[in-house]
């Protein structure tokens, strides 16, 4: 069966440090993968996917970035934090090419001070 | 421009009773939708989805009706449980492949009181 992770599951960071947050999934091939941000009281925004190693697509201009080293690996980064990047993180992969539904890592609680 | 709108951020029902969560989208493309259930601290979790050739699906106590005429989904839970209190989330994909991505409602606020 297909598992996704995501560490840490939480972190505190000062303003202008960097980020860099992992997700893997285990028990599937060329997944899509994707990376949301969901803000206190908000909605799932979604920040990046990528359909395939070193290919990203960015959602909303932003203090972000990510990045796919390998097929099964998700990285969302930052060279310096600001305020506005607290929230909750979450990464999701999806069937490439079908109609399934689409599964979510448990999250990083981000917390910028 | 949002594409798929929850107008109700929150819900209140009592146990028992059944639940409605609306949810409303624009882009006619729209072929299969989904709802997303998600407890604070963890990631949402698949609930039931339907594809626009159906108007109805069912999973036990879950419903979805989709009607594409008007453009609107709602989500029936019949009888409500405490446990059911979530956030739940209304998503939308146009394509028939994955590699579109999804996209998410607002989200509705469900509290089931005892």
């Known amino acids: 069966s297909q598992t996704i992770h995501q560490w840490p599951a939480t972190l505190v960071q000062p303003v202008g440090s960097p980020l860099s947050l992992e997700c893997t999934v285990e028990?599937?091939?060329?997944?899509?993968l994707y990376w949301y941000r969901q803000a206190a009281g908000r909605g799932l925004q979604l920040l990046f996917y990528s359909v395939g190693i070193g290919q990203i697509s960015s959602e909303v201009p932003q203090n972000l970035s990510a990045s796919r080293p390998q097929d099964r690996q998700f990285i969302l980064s930052s060279k310096k934090l600001l305020l506005s990047d607290s929230g909750f993180y979450l990464c999701?992969?999806?069937?490439?090419?079908?109609?399934?539904?689409?599964?979510f890592g448990p999250g990083t609680r981000l917390t910028v001070l | 421009d949002q594409q798929v709108k929850q107008n109700s951020p929150s819900l209140s029902v009592q146990e028992g009773r059944i639940s409605i969560l609306n949810c409303d989208y624009t882009?006619?493309?729209?072929?299969?939708f989904l709802w997303y259930k998600k407890y604070p601290a963890e990631g949402p979790t698949f609930l039931i989805s339907i594809s626009s050739i159906k108007d109805k699906n069912e999973d036990g106590r879950f419903t979805v009706f989709l009607n594409k005429s008007a453009k609107h989904l709602s989500l029936h839970i019949v009888p409500s449980q405490p446990g059911d209190s979530a956030v739940y989330f209304c998503a939308a994909s146009d394509g028939h492949s994955g590699n579109t991505p999804l996209v998410f409602g607002k989200g509705t606020r469900l509290s089931v009181i005892a």
């Open positions: 999701a992969w999806r069937d490439r090419d079908s109609y399934n539904e689409q599964f």
């Open positions: 882009n006619s493309m729209f072929d299969y």
């Open positions: 028990g599937t091939s060329n997944p899509n």
